[in-house]
């Protein structure tokens, strides 16, 4: 018999970066997140982070909107009926769109699945996609999400310090006009045989300039062009990758697990990165995982510069076979004065990240910094929650 849970809340973090992150979408220079926090009457604990941004410029899903649907209508939602993710999950279909509220949510009930267990997020998301309980890879290979800089030199600096640290893969944001000239110099600096891509979040158009602007990206070799049209535009994208050569890898318009059918369909994409936040959650990423394999196509863990917490679920689903290539894993200490968990995970020489092994979220998480960088924090009512 699994305890009731006796406790449910939900919390507004801030955490400060110590530099803006700028994409093509704009800069965000301070990472507001929500938590999803559950205890059950024998004390064990699940965690979940629901990574929007602040603002609305990468996708409609804002931090204060998720805040309020996690609150109102996805937890109140989840603790209706049993604690097994998977009916948690069903359950929370029936709210559209809101994929990051979801998907918070839905985390904190495999978080505690996995502590209820004793067995470690990897573990579960192992014998939950395959049946079979292969064991999970026990390292990750991570790469590194480089923004727009003031320089190039500025951008030299950072892309050396990744390689420094030991990340396999450089991933450049770019924009119109911050493109051929960085790509070219960091090229350059990288040598020929090293993992190279980029990402547009959006900013091109199908315009003959800008389609000649990303043919032009061609000869550098990159391993993919992350999302270089419009974050809904899936048929764009298909007639773009008749132009270029370079696979075309797509973020922002996979919002669902009918969203992948569908670009694997129109060929939209070669190449997929998989944000369980933006797909709505682990059930869906492993489904998403699931058609990736099948569709032969390129599969990585994107990263929404998330807490430890949110990093925890990525980790464990990137050490899945099927992922291909290294996952977006941004140092927590290039990004952030300190993390909500303790130790953070860090990228060792060989340019992995240890998965922990430890129960549920397995990394410890930092209530008097958590309390630090709480905004606000709301008790949602568990009368009647079952286990
Ligand atoms: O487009 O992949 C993106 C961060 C926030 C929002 C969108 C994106 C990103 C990144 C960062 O590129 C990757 C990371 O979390 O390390
Ligand atoms: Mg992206």
Avoid at 160 to 187: C, F, H, M, N, Q
Avoid at 229 to 240: I, Q, T, V
Wanted: proline content about 5%; some cysteine; aromatic content about 6%.
């Amino acid at each position: 018999m699994t305890a009731a849970i006796a406790r449910a809340e939900v919390l507004e973090v801030r955490m400060p970066l110590k530099e803006p992150f700028v994409t093509g979408f704009g800069s965000t220079d301070t990472r507001r997140t929500v938590l999803v926090h559950l205890v059950d009457a024998d004390g064990v604990e699940g965690w979940g982070e629901a990574a929007a941004l602040d603002h609305p410029f990468y996708l409609p899903d804002t931090t204060s909107g998720t805040f309020a649907v996690v609150t109102e209508w996805a937890l109140p939602l989840a603790l209706d009926g049993t604690a097994d993710p998977r009916s948690v999950a069903r359950g929370l279909e029936t709210i559209r769109g809101n994929t990051f509220a979801r998907a918070g949510v839905e985390a904190a009930f495999w978080c505690l699945e996995a502590a209820r267990r004793g067995s470690s997020l990897a573990e579960l998301f192992a014998t939950e996609a395959d049946g079979t309980g292969v064991s999970p890879r026990t390292c990750v290979p991570v790469g590194e999400s480089v923004g727009i800089h003031s320089s190039l030199d500025a951008t030299l600096d950072a892309v050396d310090r990744a390689v420094a640290a030991g990340y396999r893969r450089i991933k450049l944001k770019v924009k119109p006009g911050w493109d051929e000239e960085v790509v070219s110099a960091v090229r350059e600096r990288l040598g020929p045989a090293a993992m190279l891509q980029v990402d547009a979040n959006g900013s091109y158009t199908l315009a003959p300039d800008d389609v000649e602007r990303l043919a032009r990206l061609d000869r550098y070799r990159l391993a993919c062009i992350e999302q270089p049209l419009g974050w809904d535009d899936l048929e764009g994208h298909a007639r773009l990758q008749g132009e270029i050569e370079t696979p075309i890898c797509l973020d922002e318009c996979l919002r669902s697990v009918a969203d992948v059918r569908r670009a694997l369909e129109l060929g939209a994409c070669r190449n997929v990165n998989l944000k369980p936040g933006r797909v709505g959650g682990v059930t869906a990423s492993l489904e998403v995982r699931g058609l990736s394999v099948e569709g032969g196509v390129a599969l990585w863990c994107g990263g929404m510069l998330e807490s430890g917490v949110g990093r925890a679920v990525n980790l464990a689903l990137a050490s899945l076979d099927g992922f291909t290539d290294p996952a977006d894993m941004s140092p927590a200490s290039e990004l952030y004065d300190f993390d909500l968990v303790e130790p953070t995970y860090e990228v060792d020489p060989d340019g992995t990240i240890e998965v922990p092994r430890s129960p549920g979220l397995g990394f410890r998480v930092t209530e008097g910094r958590v309390d630090a960088c709480t905004l606000r924090r709301v008790e949602v009512p568990v009368r009647g929650a079952r286990s």
